[in-house]
């Protein structure tokens, strides 16, 4: 990693990555190709291989490095690396590991940390906080102001703010914050009783998507229950490094829900959908909550898993539709989850299925990577939007709310005017 200075060199204060998971990477290289780093910089520094290396040589006594800091945190921990190893290495809990690592030893700028603490530890994790924040947005929206700012080119004198506010979501009034504590009963014969996560900023920004969600589980037998208490499910906190937060979330999550008697825990947010599987490893210390985790964790299904397992109820007007699918990546590598989303947009009449070129490769979204690394992200998204083009698809459907808005951003930027959709919006419009 090179020579640093004393003053750019800092003792790890974590243990970082288990060694017996380190120890499972041969550095075969089967993995660089799937790496959407690698493949745009060509840097073995910045491959899973080339990070692996350098996490194992800090576990081991090496100093932490700006260089060591510059790599890990380029990672958009999109996990593709794990499709593709051979040899199961666990890169994901590897990278959160290393992250929680370098938060604990690693001294941040004030306005970083301020800002860090604003957005992960006191709006996100906070009904009230988010509410008030969409409310302030919603109105800076509808009054022509974000308009106005983006057609002047005003926003562009302020740093990164013309970046940020292109890719920030839609507030839409009302928001889903006023269903939570519901019940809405099964249409026709009820088959299931299942609980729905609504997320923590997709009540917000993706309100309509949640209602979406309920009624497509109604029209499928299922008693819908958005158990009150529930909030952030914390994989924000711990791609970011903050991994107690996180788990502090995870109890919270665990007590609204566990002991409900559901058939099943519903999420239709893929990135969250993978970290709340993997409670039960998050909480493995944790003697009061460990079993009780692992149970929530066993609960968990991501809405198209779950409606692809059960009979779909066919009663659906055809969509006039060309559709392609673009993989979110917690639900293909984290999750394995590739052909339930297909399958289910392939049950809708009349719609034309179109598979684009490397589909399970990341948009560059990755949580809040497009925020922080924004030149990378674009970098990222314009070659996965060549790939969606060259569908002549009228639709990008996708699993997860972040990709959603990273391909909007996409389509604005490079694409052909595409909508874009989660799959389970296209099955209400079909049920519509």
Same mark, same amino acid.
Request: charged residues 20%.
């Given at each position: 990693?090179?020579?640093?200075?004393?003053?750019?060199?800092?003792?790890?204060?974590?243990?970082?990555?288990?060694?017996?998971?380190?120890?499972?990477?041969?550095?075969?290289?089967?993995?660089?190709?799937?790496?959407?780093?690698?493949?745009?910089?060509?840097?073995?520094?910045?491959?899973?291989?080339?990070?692996?290396?350098?996490?194992?040589?800090?576990?081991?006594?090496?100093?932490?490095?700006?260089?060591?800091?510059?790599?890990?945190?380029?990672?958009?921990?999109?996990?593709?690396?794990?499709?593709?190893?051979?040899?199961?290495?666990?890169?994901?809990?590897?990278?959160?590991?290393?992250?929680?690592?370098?938060?604990?030893?690693?001294?941040?700028?004030?306005?970083?940390?301020?800002?860090?603490?604003?957005?992960?530890?006191?709006?996100?994790?906070?009904?009230?906080?988010?509410?008030?924040?969409?409310?302030?947005?919603?109105?800076?929206?509808?009054?022509?102001?974000?308009?106005?700012?983006?057609?002047?080119?005003?926003?562009?004198?302020?740093?990164?703010?013309?970046?940020?506010?292109?890719?920030?979501?839609?507030?839409?009034?009302?928001?889903?914050?006023?269903?939570?504590?519901?019940?809405?009963?099964?249409?026709?014969?009820?088959?299931?009783?299942?609980?729905?996560?609504?997320?923590?900023?997709?009540?917000?920004?993706?309100?309509?998507?949640? =209602?979406?969600?309920?009624?497509?589980?109604?029209?499928?037998?299922?008693?819908?229950?958005?158990?009150?208490?529930?909030?952030?499910?914390?994989?924000?906190?711990?791609?970011?490094?903050?991994?107690?937060?996180?788990?502090?979330?995870?109890?919270?999550?665990?007590?609204?829900?566990?002991?409900?008697?559901?058939?099943?825990?519903?999420?239709?947010?893929?990135?969250?959908?993978?970290?709340?599987?993997?409670?039960?490893?998050?909480?493995?210390?944790?003697?009061?909550?460990?079993?009780?985790?692992?149970?929530?964790?066993?609960?968990?299904?991501?809405?198209?898993?779950?409606?692809?397992?059960?009979?779909?109820?066919?009663?659906?007007?055809?969509?006039?539709?060309?559709?392609?699918?673009?993989?979110?990546?917690?639900?293909?590598?984290?999750?394995?989850?590739?052909?339930?989303?297909?399958?289910?947009?392939?049950?809708?009449?009349?719609?034309?299925?179109?598979?684009?070129?490397?589909?399970?490769?990341?948009?560059?979204?990755?949580?809040?990577?497009?925020?922080?690394?924004?030149?990378?992200?674009?970098?990222?998204?314009?070659?996965?939007? =060549?790939?969606?083009?060259?569908?002549?698809?009228?639709?990008?459907?996708?699993?997860?709310?972040?990709?959603?808005?990273?391909?909007?951003?996409?389509?604005?930027?490079?694409?052909?005017?595409?909508?874009?959709?989660?799959?389970?919006?296209?099955?209400?419009?079909?049920?519509?």
């Amino acid at each position: 990693m090179g020579a640093s200075s004393s003053l750019d060199v800092i003792n790890t204060a974590a243990s970082g990555p288990a060694q017996a998971d380190l120890d499972k990477c041969v550095h075969c290289g089967l993995c660089l190709n799937a790496c959407p780093t690698y493949r745009e910089l060509g840097l073995e520094m910045d491959s899973p291989r080339g990070r692996i290396y350098q996490m194992n040589q800090v576990v081991n006594g090496a100093p932490v490095t700006p260089s060591y800091r510059k790599h890990i945190d380029l990672c958009l921990a999109c996990r593709g690396c794990e499709t593709a190893c051979p040899s199961g290495v666990p890169y994901g809990r590897m990278i959160e590991a290393a992250r929680e690592q370098l938060e604990a030893c690693t001294p941040r700028p004030l306005l970083q940390r301020l800002a860090k603490k604003c957005l992960l530890e006191k709006l996100i994790p906070s009904p009230t906080a988010l509410q008030i924040a969409g409310a302030a947005f919603y109105a800076y929206q509808v009054s022509g102001l974000q308009r106005l700012l983006r057609s002047t080119g005003v926003l562009r004198a302020f740093g990164r703010a013309a970046e940020l506010d292109a890719l920030s979501p839609e507030a839409q009034i009302p928001f889903f914050f006023g269903k939570i504590g519901a019940s809405f009963p099964a249409l026709g014969e009820k088959r299931f009783r299942v609980a729905f996560l609504a997320g923590c900023i997709a009540n917000v920004a993706f309100a309509r998507l949640n =209602e979406a969600t309920v009624r497509v589980l109604q029209q499928n037998g299922c008693e819908v229950v958005i158990p009150p208490g529930q909030g952030c499910c914390g994989a924000l906190h711990l791609h970011s490094g903050m991994a107690e937060q996180a788990r502090a979330l995870a109890r919270k999550n665990i007590d609204a829900i566990c002991d409900g008697g559901f058939d099943a825990i519903l999420t239709n947010a893929a990135g969250c959908g993978s970290t709340l599987k993997e409670y039960g490893h998050l909480l493995s210390s944790d003697a009061d909550y460990k079993n009780k985790a692992g149970k929530f964790a066993a609960s968990i299904r991501d809405v198209t898993e779950f409606l692809a397992q059960i009979d779909l109820n066919p009663a659906m007007k055809p969509l006039d539709l060309a559709v392609t699918y673009q993989d979110s990546c917690h639900l293909a590598h984290g999750q394995k989850i590739k052909d339930a989303p297909r399958r289910l947009l392939k049950s809708i009449p009349g719609l034309s299925y179109r598979e684009m070129p490397m589909a399970d490769l990341c948009c560059g979204s990755a949580g809040i990577y497009n925020l922080v690394h924004t030149d990378m992200a674009m970098r990222i998204l314009k070659n996965k939007m =060549e790939s969606v083009n060259s569908t002549r698809a009228d639709v990008i459907a996708t699993a997860n709310p972040g990709c959603m808005l990273q391909l909007a951003a996409g389509v604005r930027l490079f694409g052909q005017s595409q909508r874009v959709v989660h799959v389970v919006q296209l099955l209400d419009e079909a049920y519509a």
